[in-house]
C-alpha cells in the first residue's frame, strides 16, 4: 500500500505524482507537468492564463516575437506603398539621374522611394520618412531611401525658427561693461595721485635723516590706509589671482591701490614692488603736483598688483606704441613686402602681353608698337623692382639685430625672402626681351621684337643664371665653413694639436673660396 501525504490544500497525494504549483493537478511524470505548463498556463513564451511567476526565458521569446511583429509590420508596408511612379530599367533609363554612370549590379540601380527616378548606390543613400503615398510623414512614416534633391525638397528643411535680435541687450551690458572697467580706471588713477603725491610731500618733509626713517614709514604706512581700505588678513586664505593658499612660504600683502590681499610669488608675478619713478614716468598724462625725480629717492617703491598695473598701463603703452615711429627693421620690411607685391603684380601683366606678340609672330604679323612699348615698360619696371628686394634683402641681412624679438624677425624674412626668389624671381630667366631688329627679308626698316631670354641680361659681368650657381656654391662652401670651426673647437677641447694644424688650413682654404664668390657676386651675393 503506497505511502499518502496531504498537500496544501489538504488533499492527499501519492509520493510518485507531481502536482502543478499553478492549479495542483496531479501528474504521473515531469514530462506530463512540463507539457502542462507549457500549453495551459504559457511558459512557452505566451502570456500566462494563471500565476505571477515569470522567466529569463519567457521575455526573450516575447522580444523575439515582437521583433518579428515588428518585420512583418515592415514586409506589410512594404507592400502597400505605391510604386506606380517608380521607372524601370530600360535601353532608356540604364544609367543614373545624377552622376550618368551605367546601373549594373556593381554600381547599384535602386528607385527613389518618393520620385521613382533610377539612381546608383552612391547617389541613393539618403534616408527619410515616407507613407504608403510616398509623401513625406515624419512621425508615421517609415524609414526608406530618396535621393539628395528630395531629401534636401522635404517640409521644414530649410525651415528656421523664431529669431530674436539680442544685439540691443549685448550692447547694453558691454556699454555697461565698459563703464565699469572705465570707472574703476578712473578710481585708481586717483589712487595712484594721491599716493605718490602723498609720499613725495611725506619725504621732502622729513628728509633722508636715517632717524626720520621710522617716522616716514609710520606716516607712509597711514597714508596707504587712507587711500584706499584694506581688507581683513583673516578673511584671505586663498591669492584672488593665483588662487594659491597663503602659508609660511606665501606671504601675504595688501596691494596699496586696491586694498586686496595678494601674494608675492615670483613665478606668478601676483604683485610687485614698483618704484614711484617708474609709476609716475609711465603715466605723465596724470596730474602729479608733488611728485619731483630730483628730491624722491628713485630707489622707493610700493606693492602693486598685477591686476591695476593692467588697469592702469596696459592702455598707455599701448597707445605710446602707436604712436611711435617703426623702426627700422619693421620698416624695410614692410618696404619689401611692398615690393614683393608689385612684383606679383607685374608677373601675369608682362606674361600676357608677351604671349600676345609672340601670337602675333607665328602669324608672321608686325605687333602692335603700342603693345611693345608696353611690354618693354612693364619689364623695365619689374626689373627695377627686383634689383630693390634683392638691396633690401641684403640690407635686412647685414642688420645687427638688438633684441631676441628682432633676430626672430629677421631670421622669419630671411627664409620668406628666399622663398620668393626660388618661386618668382628665378622664373624671370623664362621671359623674353623684346629689343627692335632689322626685318632683312622683307628689306624694309619695319622692325620686329626680338625674343632674348631674360637669363642673358648682365649683372656685374653675370647673367641670372650664373649667379643662381654661384650662390648655391657659396651656401655649400659657408656650410663647410662652419662644420671645419665645429671640429676645431672640438679638436681643442680634445687637444688634438697635429689635427688642429690641418683643420686650419682647410679653414683658410675655405674662406678664400669663399671671399673670392663673394667678390665676384659683388651687390647680387648675400651676407
Not at 383 to 402: G, H, K
Not at 412 to 432: D, N, R
Not at 441 to 470: A, M
Request: proline fraction near 3%; hydrophobic fraction near 35%.
Amino acid at each position: 500500500m503506497e505511502s499518502e501525504v496531504l498537500s496544501e490544500g489538504h488533499r492527499p497525494v501519492r509520493n510518485n505524482e507531481l502536482e502543478c504549483p499553478v492549479c495542483s493537478k496531479t501528474f504521473d511524470n515531469l514530462g506530463q507537468l512540463n507539457h502542462h505548463l507549457d500549453f495551459d498556463h504559457g511558459f512557452d513564451g505566451d502570456e500566462s492564463k494563471g500565476g505571477n511567476g515569470t522567466s529569463s526565458g519567457k521575455f526573450i521569446s516575447q522580444g523575439e516575437e515582437s521583433l518579428e511583429a515588428d518585420n512583418k509590420r515592415v514586409r506589410h508596408q512594404n507592400k502597400l506603398m505605391i510604386r506606380n511612379h517608380w521607372k524601370k530599367p530600360s535601353p532608356e533609363h540604364q544609367n543614373c539621374h545624377v552622376c550618368k554612370r551605367p546601373l549594373n549590379q556593381i554600381n547599384g540601380c535602386i528607385n527613389c522611394r518618393k520620385c521613382g527616378e533610377l539612381f546608383c548606390k552612391m547617389d541613393c543613400r539618403n534616408v527619410m520618412r515616407l507613407n504608403a503615398n510616398a509623401e513625406y510623414d515624419p512621425l508615421n512614416g517609415r524609414w526608406v531611401n530618396c535621393c539628395y534633391q528630395c531629401f534636401i525638397r522635404r517640409d521644414g528643411y530649410n525651415d528656421y525658427g523664431s529669431v530674436v535680435d539680442l544685439i540691443d541687450q549685448f550692447k547694453t551690458l558691454r556699454h555697461k561693461k565698459n563703464e565699469d572697467k572705465k570707472l574703476m580706471q578712473l578710481q585708481l588713477e586717483n589712487r595712484l595721485v594721491l599716493l605718490i603725491d602723498g609720499i613725495s610731500r611725506i619725504l621732502k618733509k622729513n628728509g633722508n635723516g636715517v632717524f626720520m626713517s621710522y617716522r616716514v614709514s609710520k606716516e607712509i604706512s597711514l597714508l596707504e590706509r587712507t587711500v584706499t581700505a584694506w581688507k581683513d588678513d583673516r578673511a584671505a586664505l586663498n591669492c584672488p589671482i593665483c588662487s594659491q593658499s597663503f602659508g609660511l612660504t606665501l606671504r601675504k600683502h595688501h596691494c596699496r591701490l586696491c586694498g586686496s590681499i595678494v601674494c608675492d610669488n615670483k613665478t606668478t608675478n601676483c604683485s610687485n614692488q614698483v618704484p614711484l619713478a617708474y609709476l609716475a614716468n609711465a603715466a605723465t598724462d596724470l596730474p602729479f603736483k608733488e611728485f619731483n625725480p630730483q628730491t624722491v629717492d628713485k630707489d622707493y617703491s610700493i606693492r602693486i598688483c598685477s591686476q591695476c598695473i593692467h588697469i592702469l598701463y596696459v592702455g598707455r603703452k599701448f597707445r605710446r606704441d602707436i604712436e611711435q615711429p617703426a623702426s627700422i627693421l619693421l620698416a624695410r620690411c614692410e618696404s619689401i613686402y611692398n615690393l614683393s607685391q608689385v612684383i606679383s603684380n607685374i608677373w601675369p601683366l608682362l606674361n600676357s602681353r608677351l604671349e600676345e606678340i609672340e601670337n602675333a609672330q607665328k602669324q608672321n604679323a608686325s605687333p602692335n608698337p603700342a603693345l611693345i612699348a608696353e611690354a618693354t615698360k612693364l619689364r623695365k619696371k619689374l626689373l627695377r623692382a627686383v634689383e630693390s628686394y634683392n638691396i633690401l634683402t641684403r640690407q635686412i641681412s647685414s642688420m645687427s639685430p638688438r633684441n631676441a624679438a628682432q633676430k626672430k624677425i629677421q631670421q622669419s624674412f630671411q627664409i620668406a625672402s628666399s622663398i620668393f626668389i626660388t618661386e618668382k624671381i628665378l622664373k624671370l630667366k623664362s621671359i623674353p626681351i623684346i629689343s627692335p631688329r632689322v626685318n632683312e627679308n622683307r628689306g624694309s626698316n619695319e622692325s620686329t621684337p626680338e625674343v632674348q631670354k631674360l637669363s642673358d641680361i648682365v649683372f656685374n659681368d653675370l647673367t641670372i643664371k650664373e649667379i643662381k650657381v654661384c650662390r648655391e656654391e657659396l651656401m655649400v662652401l659657408k656650410e663647410q665653413k662652419f662644420l671645419v670651426e665645429s671640429m676645431i673647437e672640438n679638436a681643442k677641447k680634445q687637444r688634438k694639436f697635429d689635427e688642429i694644424a690641418v683643420l686650419d688650413r682647410n679653414l683658410l682654404e675655405l674662406k678664400g673660396k669663399i671671399e673670392e664668390i663673394q667678390n665676384r657676386l659683388g651687390e647680387q651675393g648675400f651676407h
